[in-house]
């Protein structure tokens, strides 16, 4: 399984948009690169997924180079309630489940 | 939309004590992975099935096992309890696409467990 790298921490201000940038330089033709949100006692929660190029949603967008050795998770004009730790995970169904490894995530604090 | 369940929420413990906690996926999910959360670290993943059949294993103890039932409910048995084992167990479940890595996994809202 790739293993992934992401700055510690982050600080950012309300209205601002933040980039998240994880690199993923072992991620194998078959991965999926999948971010999560974690607040403080909950379970992660799913954000966005990308296998290449742009993929945008509701709430992100993310940004894979045609290389995929990293991606970036782009959050729009973020407000208070953003401030959460932010997941990079990338996996694939080698052994028949989709297994995530979770490294250290990039811990967000969003500013009024 | 209906999401993972877990109970109990929280649990409390006495070292060398046993601990049952209960995972119900999402329904039409038939995949439930086992992860566990120290105090300000990290989800680590223990144990997953599929289709009632154990499919992966990570860095869970010996003391602990699980299983999964013919209603895809999983239990997560731990024996022996430590007070390392005090931690935060979350159950996440996807739906099974024939191994594609685009399943998604749902996390329920997790089980503090302590252990005193």
């Known amino acids: 399984l790739a293993k992934t790298t992401q700055p510690i921490s982050m600080d950012s201000y309300e209205g601002q948009e933040v980039n998240i940038t994880c690199s993923h330089n072992?991620?194998?033709?078959?991965?999926?690169i999948t971010w999560y949100q974690q607040f403080p006692s909950q379970g992660p929660r799913f954000i966005i997924q990308?296998?290449?190029t742009k993929v945008t949603n509701e709430v992100a967008s993310l940004f894979i180079p045609a290389d995929r050795k990293s991606s970036t998770l782009s959050l729009p004009r973020v407000s208070l309630s953003d401030t959460a730790v932010y997941y990079c995970?990338?996996?694939?169904?080698?052994?028949?489940?989709?297994?995530?490894?979770f490294g250290t995530g990039t811990r967000l604090k969003v500013l009024a | 939309a209906a999401g993972v369940i877990q109970s109990p929420r929280h649990l409390i413990k006495e070292k060398r004590e046993t601990a049952t906690l209960k995972c119900y996926p999402i329904?039409?999910?038939?995949?439930v992975y086992w992860y566990q959360q120290g105090p300000g670290q990290d989800p680590q993943f223990l144990i997953s099935?599929?289709?009632?059949?154990?499919?992966d294993k990570g860095s869970i103890p010996d003391r602990f096992s699980a299983q999964q039932f013919s209603d895809y409910h999983s239990e997560l048995n731990m024996s022996s309890l430590e007070l390392g084992d005090s931690a935060l167990y979350f159950c996440?479940?996807?739906?099974?696409?024939?191994?594609?890595?685009?399943?998604?996994?749902?996390f329920g809202p997790g089980t503090r467990l302590t252990v005193l």
């Open positions: 996440a479940s996807s739906p099974r696409r024939g191994g594609i890595a685009t399943d998604t996994q749902y």
């Open positions: 072992n991620i194998a033709t078959n991965d999926y």
């Open positions: 990308g296998y290449k």
């Open positions: 995970l990338v996996g694939s169904t080698t052994s028949g489940t989709y297994k995530y490894i």
């Open positions: 329904p039409r999910h038939d995949t």
């Open positions: 099935f599929y289709e009632k059949m154990q499919s």
